[in-house]
């Protein structure tokens, strides 16, 4: 697969992989690497996610500190991403590309017609031949708003607008084992690949390999590819194909429609539901969920907001949209569908997720 099969491909650089340690950006990297690019451009269209406007800016200013404090750092990024995008439109230039910068937001993957709007205008660059090289609007993210790591971004991009391959360059050739073997194909993230991700992150990066796994989930349940390799060498996608050192993860077999592939990759849930196993019977039958099999409401959303269904013990069960805020659901849980409208003094749906707008997980 990797790259020839491919028509739709995001390549996400760590900050690690476009800064050297001197806090310069690495042109000649980013050169070899869409040389290598186009050689397949005519069958494909690419996305850059590029991190580095945090450490590119900090090196502008001559600001040493390896970790600095969110509100200086959305400042940082506002000086450095203007740096990145530049440095990236003149190798483009360079190789005869026009390129486009995107600054995304969690509410834009998050919300679902925010999340179809981002998905046209990447459509129409590729339309034009324009590559987008995307980032997380840094500068006004605050932490709780924040993906925090462009890994997860990445995943979320690749899966709205299709991709069918993800790579994630960064400093290292992918998942060891325990015995530092290097994983070349994971099929299932269980609790065995999830003991070998550690805690590190490089020192300017944000993500790691907990990130890069989480990336994989979206990935995997998204029908895309995912490779994690190294991006220290020049020719990297050359370098990934003659050497065979990566770790990919293969996508599961899926069946969902791209709505429900966009609700079972949310990165943002503002709230749990926990129902009752009369309600864990009907939902595992491709049934909707009633007012009257809800136990409990956790969290404070509003209606439309993409929450998690829960058994009595915690276990997740499905994500889905609500149909009620967690206010109204507080009032109506336990209650049936037809006392709904008197309970709440205004008509209104009567099911608290449709079966349309949930997925099993
Ligand atoms: N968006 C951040 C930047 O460009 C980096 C996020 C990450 O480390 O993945 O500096």
Not at 95 to 102: G, K, L, R
Not at 132 to 158: C, F, H, M, S
Not at 221 to 238: D, E, T
Request: proline residues 1%; positive net charge.
């Amino acid at each position: 697969m990797l790259i020839k099969n491919s028509k739709k491909i995001v390549i996400k650089l760590g900050s690690s992989t476009v800064v050297d340690k001197n806090g310069k950006f690495k042109s000649d990297w980013v050169d070899s690497l869409i040389k290598d690019l186009k050689k397949y451009y005519k069958k494909l269209s690419i996305v850059i996610v590029s991190s580095g406007a945090i450490a590119l800016g900090q090196s502008y200013l001559k600001i040493k500190q390896k970790k600095i404090k969110i509100d200086m750092s959305q400042a940082v990024a506002a000086v450095g991403q203007i740096h990145l995008a530049e440095k990236f439109q003149k190798i483009f230039r360079k190789n005869n590309f026009e390129t486009a910068q995107i600054l995304i937001s969690l509410s834009d993957t998050e919300q679902r017609r925010r999340a179809l709007n981002v998905r046209r205008t990447f459509e129409n660059l590729f339309k034009m031949g324009v590559i987008p090289v995307v980032n997380e609007n840094d500068t006004t993210a605050t932490t709780e708003i924040k993906y925090g790591d462009n890994d997860r971004l990445a995943a979320r991009v690749a899966q709205i607008i299709g991709a069918d391959t993800l790579i994630l360059f960064s400093d290292t050739d992918g998942l060891y084992d325990k015995s530092k073997k290097l994983i070349s194909k994971i099929d299932n993230i269980d609790d065995k690949v999830l003991s070998l991700a550690g805690k590190k992150t490089n020192s300017y990066g944000s993500g790691g390999m907990i990130t890069k796994i989480e990336a994989a989930k979206i990935c995997m349940n998204a029908g895309c590819n995912m490779f994690i390799a190294n991006g220290k060498k020049k020719n990297p996608i050359k370098s990934m194909i003659n050497t065979g050192l990566y770790t990919r993860f293969n996508p599961k077999i899926s069946t969902l429609d791209a709505r429900k592939k966009w609700i079972v990759s949310s990165l943002s849930s503002s709230g749990k539901i926990c129902i009752d196993t009369g309600a864990m019977v009907a939902i595992s039958n491709g049934k909707s969920l009633l007012a009257a099999g809800v136990k409990k409401v956790e969290g404070t959303f509003s209606k439309g907001e993409n929450v998690l269904v829960i058994d009595e013990n915690n276990k997740e069960l499905a994500r889905g949209l609500s149909s009620f805020s967690s206010d109204e659901i507080n009032k109506i849980k336990g209650k049936q569908s037809s006392d709904i409208e008197k309970i709440l003094g205004y008509p209104s749906k009567s099911e608290i997720i449709h079966k349309d707008d949930m997925v099993d997980i």
